[in-house]
Nanobody, 128 residues
Framework: QVQLVESGGGLVQAGKSLRLSCTASGPSFTNNPMGWFRQAPGKEREFVAGVSRVPSYRGYADSVKWRFLISRNSGENTLYLQMNFLQPEGTAGYYC?????????????????????WGQGTQVTGSS
């Protein structure tokens, strides 16, 4: 099973940028749909961004569209989340996930129950 480790979280001023990384070890995750989720205190974990088996097919939550960018470097077994124009409401633990779901190569998995492998998370705190 793929093991995922996130990094890059921290404290960031509103309007600034931050890039999260997720490094996979174990079997190659090249053919897995991947995603980023976040969970704020007292709230449910929510989808942020996802990439299908075809790296150019990506999807985003409306709240982060046009500000965040998900990308994957299969050669380095790493998934990234570039976060621009961060706001305080973006404060949350951010989690990387890999899906073992079969189906369309172009499908972007947005439901957390479609993901079987999770990292431990990295905290992002946006200050006003």
């Amino acid at each position: 099973q793929v093991q995922l480790v996130e990094s890059g979280g921290g404290l960031v001023q509103a309007g600034k940028s931050l890039r999260l990384s997720c490094t996979a070890s174990g079997p190659s995750f090249t053919n897995n749909p991947m995603g980023w989720f976040r969970q704020a205190p007292g709230k449910e974990r929510e989808f942020v961004a996802g990439v299908s088996r075809v790296p150019s097919y990506r999807g985003y939550a409306d709240s982060v569209k046009w500000r965040f960018l998900i990308s994957r470097n299969s050669g380095e077994n790493t998934l990234y989340l570039q976060m621009n124009f961060l706001q305080p409401e973006g404060t949350a633990g951010y989690y990387c996930a890999a899906s073992e779901a079969s189906g369309s190569y172009y499908a972007i998995r947005t439901d957390l129950y479609e993901y079987q492998c999770w990292g431990q998370g990295t905290q992002v705190t946006g200050s006003s």
